[in-house]
């Protein structure tokens, strides 16, 4: 089938039974993979209620129609489940090479479900699938795994996608890693994966994934590697930490867990200065962008490199570190380990805003002085964390369960919603990123959202939006009607980025953009596809997700931020300008009445609109 396998790989972990389901054209037309196929599967099969950590939640692999296309950008696939961390709906994009190797191995997508009586991993090659023990690797680091499963499989090729000792046990925000320096970082899916006795999922392929129309699919493939040095230069020469100084300048990094927009020694985590330790770019499955950078720095394992700006600002300006060997440490030990950088960064520097305002003391964290700018005990506690050691297990639970029992007054250093730390990305710098984590239905995330500076001026990216009805600039700091009507149009597309499962950098708009893409879907499949039927892929994934949280217990109520981002800044920038709560619940309802959800909950006749006619049967009377 062009553009898929059309098998997916159903594992149940209890009873080692493996077995393959056909889904029809359809269903994947409708459902595509990544995002949406999970939110499918988990609404259709986990019931309401079930505990994230037990046997009843389900693990959800799934590739999507672009991944493993010889385009740049077309290398990446989700995991998904219900969430550890927030209790609601939880996936994660990785990119790498393991997506598309899953594709030319032979399957679209793997279902987990139940729990093996004792650690395992899963083989997968050329279409067939076996569990084997993994008793020998169960405590291994990130490195260590991969090698001793090559090893055995007698394969240097196998892409490995692998837990740490942080999802063995259990850590809220556990990760999961391939290739080792790509992750599947937020929302704790690998915690689930540590709950289920599963160490890792290895896959080998050797069947290019077969197309409609290899010419087409070859002239956008040429266009995007002639294209790269154009639209992705700044991504080639820094890297994502290229943000570090650009958000700086504009009083946007975030500092001391949020308190400020501006950390004082922002040069020496730029990526300028990283760039002086620079041994080669790497790169993502076919991907020309090559904007992963792998470094050389003190005696670190230069493996571990290719620290992403998420991770340089959770462990540097946001913990008020700023020797970069250390950042650069923290980076090596959650990748070892298997912990979201984001949510174990944010939820050490909540410890140590705590400290600055006397609500804990060393005495409490096991003698540590978890100070903002101690770096020494910043590593210490990463490594408590994931072995959830002392106060290291308490954080492991993350911030908002933290603050819950910490108490006095600790909820309000709690950066995060529905439980899930924010990224590194100020909402008082980008008010419709700040909507957009409210109503995140995985928390605080910006990967399915918008950044306000994309559309606050007239540029090859808003001339590429008309085509989804976007033709004029909104201000950044604006939440009016109109922004919220751009927000959720974009926040549509980026679901379907998620869907596809393709990178947001290369297919965003002002690079490939929406035309580009549906005719590389056209082409893939040989479907004929609309740039219309893409927001709609988007749009179906976002209300499955809705849905899902809907029924698990979650309001209107939840979509809301901390009190932190209605305050201004003491200092830089932003001391003049915070959101304001009349602006923002203004906005919120705009928000909900143009994606077609009263009071927070899709309605009847939205769901009809998509075709999701059966998940009405899934919500509220």
Same mark, same amino acid.
């Given at each position: 089938?062009?553009?898929?396998?059309?098998?997916?790989?159903?594992?149940?972990?209890?009873?080692?039974?493996?077995?393959?389901?056909?889904?029809?054209?359809?269903?994947?037309?409708?459902?595509?993979?990544?995002?949406?196929?999970?939110?499918?599967?988990?609404?259709?099969?986990?019931?309401?209620?079930?505990?994230?950590?037990?046997?009843?939640?389900?693990?959800?692999?799934?590739?999507?129609?672009?991944?493993?296309?010889?385009?740049?950008?077309?290398?990446?696939?989700?995991?998904?489940?219900?969430?550890?961390?927030?209790?609601?709906?939880?996936?994660?994009?990785?990119?790498?090479?393991?997506?598309?190797?899953?594709?030319?191995?032979?399957?679209?997508?793997?279902?987990?479900?139940?729990?093996?009586?004792?650690?395992?991993?899963?083989?997968?090659?050329?279409?067939?699938?076996?569990?084997?023990?993994?008793?020998?690797?169960?405590?291994?680091?990130?490195?260590?795994?991969?090698?001793?499963?090559?090893?055995?499989?007698?394969?240097?090729?196998?892409?490995?996608?692998?837990?740490?000792?942080?999802?063995?046990?259990?850590?809220?925000?556990?990760?999961?890693?391939?290739?080792?320096?790509?992750?599947?970082?937020?929302?704790?899916?690998?915690?689930?994966?540590?709950?289920?006795?599963?160490?890792?999922?290895?896959?080998?392929?050797?069947?290019?994934?077969?197309?409609?129309?290899?010419?087409?699919?070859?002239?956008?493939?040429?266009?995007?590697?002639?294209?790269?040095?154009?639209?992705?230069?700044?991504?080639?020469?820094?890297?994502?930490?290229?943000?570090?100084?650009?958000?700086?300048?504009?009083?946007?990094?975030?500092?001391?867990?949020?308190?400020?927009?501006?950390?004082?020694?922002?040069?020496?985590?730029?990526?300028?200065?990283?760039?002086?330790?620079?041994?080669?770019?790497?790169?993502?499955?076919?991907?020309?962008?090559?904007?992963?950078?792998?470094?050389?720095?003190?005696?670190?394992?230069?493996?571990?490199?290719?620290?992403?700006?998420?991770?340089?600002?959770?462990?540097?300006?946001?913990?008020?570190?700023?020797?970069?060997?250390?950042?650069?440490?923290?980076?090596?030990?959650?990748?070892?380990?298997?912990?979201?950088?984001?949510?174990?960064?944010?939820?050490?520097?909540?410890?140590?805003?705590?400290?600055?305002?006397?609500?804990?003391?060393?005495?409490?964290?096991?003698?540590?002085?978890?100070?903002?700018?101690?770096?020494?005990?910043?590593?210490?506690?990463?490594?408590?964390?994931?072995?959830?050691?002392?106060?290291?297990?308490?954080?492991?639970?993350?911030?908002?369960?933290?603050?819950?029992?910490?108490?006095?007054?600790?909820?309000?250093?709690?950066?995060?919603?529905?439980?899930?730390?924010?990224?590194?990305?100020?909402?008082?710098?980008?008010?419709?990123?700040?909507?957009?984590?409210?109503?995140?239905?995985?928390?605080?995330?910006?990967?399915?959202?918008?950044?306000?500076?994309?559309?606050?001026?007239?540029?090859?990216?808003?001339?590429?939006?008309?085509?989804? /009805?976007?033709?004029?600039?909104? *201000?950044? &700091?604006?939440?009016?009607? %109109?922004?919220?009507?751009?927000? $959720? =149009?974009?926040?549509?597309?980026?679901?379907?980025?998620?869907?596809?499962?393709?990178?947001?950098?290369?297919?965003?708009?002002?690079?490939?953009?929406?035309?580009?893409?549906?005719?590389?879907?056209?082409?893939?499949?040989?479907?004929?596809?609309?740039?219309?039927?893409?927001?709609?892929?988007?749009?179906?994934?976002?209300?499955?997700?809705?849905?899902?949280?809907?029924?698990?217990?979650?309001?209107?109520?939840?979509?809301?931020?901390?009190?932190?981002?209605?305050?201004?800044?003491?200092?830089?920038?932003?001391?003049?300008?915070?959101?304001?709560?009349?602006?923002?619940?203004?906005?919120?309802?705009?928000?909900?009445?143009?994606? /077609?959800?009263?009071?927070?909950? *899709?309605? &009847?006749?939205?769901?009809? %609109?998509?075709?999701?006619?059966? $998940? =009405?049967?899934?919500?509220?009377?």
């Amino acid at each position: 089938m062009p553009g898929y396998n059309g098998k997916i790989l159903r594992v149940n972990l209890t009873s080692g039974a493996i077995t393959i389901e056909e889904p029809s054209e359809n269903f994947y037309r409708t459902y595509f993979g990544g995002e949406a196929f999970i939110s499918y599967t988990l609404l259709k099969e986990v019931a309401k209620g079930v505990d994230p950590l037990g046997p009843e939640n389900k693990l959800v692999f799934a590739a999507g129609i672009l991944t493993g296309l010889p385009v740049g950008g077309c290398g990446r696939h989700a995991v998904g489940a219900k969430s550890p961390l927030t209790g609601g709906i939880g996936f994660s994009e990785a990119g790498g090479y393991w997506g598309a190797e899953l594709k030319m191995a032979g399957f679209d997508a793997i279902i987990f479900e139940g729990k093996s009586p004792k650690p395992v991993y899963l083989s997968v090659t050329d279409g067939k699938a076996e569990l084997r023990d993994a008793g020998k690797l169960w405590g291994m680091k990130a490195l260590e795994c991969q090698d001793a499963i090559r090893a055995e499989l007698g394969d240097n090729l196998v892409k490995v996608a692998l837990i740490g000792p942080g999802g063995e046990n259990m850590v809220r925000y556990a990760c999961i890693s391939n290739d080792i320096d790509a992750f599947a970082g937020r929302s704790g899916m690998g915690a689930v994966m540590g709950s289920k006795n599963l160490k890792a999922v290895a896959c080998r392929g050797h069947q290019r994934v077969a197309v409609a129309s290899p010419e087409k699919v070859a002239e956008i493939g040429k266009w995007v590697r002639d294209n790269t040095p154009v639209f992705a230069k700044g991504l080639r020469d820094l890297g994502t930490p290229r943000l570090t100084e650009m958000l700086n300048m504009d009083g946007g990094l975030p500092t001391r867990n949020f308190q400020l927009g501006q950390f004082e020694n922002v040069d020496a985590i730029s990526g300028k200065t990283i760039n002086e330790y620079l041994v080669r770019r790497k790169a993502c499955f076919a991907c020309p962008v090559q904007c992963k950078r792998e470094i050389k720095i003190g005696n670190l394992d230069q493996r571990y490199s290719g620290q992403e700006y998420e991770t340089i600002a959770a462990f540097g300006s946001c913990c008020g570190v700023s020797d970069l060997v250390t950042v650069c440490k923290a980076h090596e030990l959650t990748s070892a380990y298997g912990v979201d950088s984001i949510s174990c960064g944010a939820s050490i520097s909540f410890a140590m805003e705590c400290v600055e305002n006397g609500i804990l003391t060393p005495a409490d964290m096991d003698g540590i002085d978890l100070r903002f700018g101690n770096g020494e005990a910043m590593l210490k506690m990463i490594e408590m964390i994931a072995l959830r050691k002392g106060f290291g297990d308490l954080l492991a639970e993350g911030s908002l369960r933290a603050a819950k029992k910490i108490g006095k007054g600790s909820e309000a250093y709690a950066m995060q919603v529905k439980g899930q730390e924010f990224p590194m990305h100020e909402p008082r710098y980008k008010p419709a990123l700040g909507m957009g984590f409210a109503m995140s239905p995985t928390g605080a995330d910006h990967c399915h959202n918008m950044h306000d500076g994309l559309v606050a001026a007239k540029t090859p990216i808003l001339e590429d939006s008309k085509s989804i /009805g976007i033709y004029e600039p909104v *201000p950044v &700091k604006s939440l009016s009607d %109109e922004k919220m009507r751009v927000l $959720v =149009v974009f926040t549509y597309w980026q679901h379907f980025i998620n869907s596809a499962v393709v990178c947001q950098f290369v297919m965003s708009s002002g690079r490939v953009a929406y035309k580009r893409t549906a005719e590389l879907v056209e082409a893939a499949t040989g479907w004929n596809f609309s740039v219309l039927e893409l927001i709609k892929v988007g749009e179906r994934a976002a209300n499955l997700a809705r849905a899902f949280n809907v029924r698990e217990g979650f309001t209107a109520a939840d979509d809301v931020l901390p009190e932190r981002c209605f305050t201004p800044h003491a200092s830089g920038p932003l001391k003049d300008y915070a959101l304001n709560h009349a602006e923002f619940d203004n906005a919120k309802e705009a928000y909900y009445g143009i994606s /077609g959800w009263p009071n927070g909950i *899709p309605s &009847k006749g939205k769901l009809l %609109e998509l075709d999701l006619g059966w $998940v =009405v049967s899934h919500l509220p009377e």
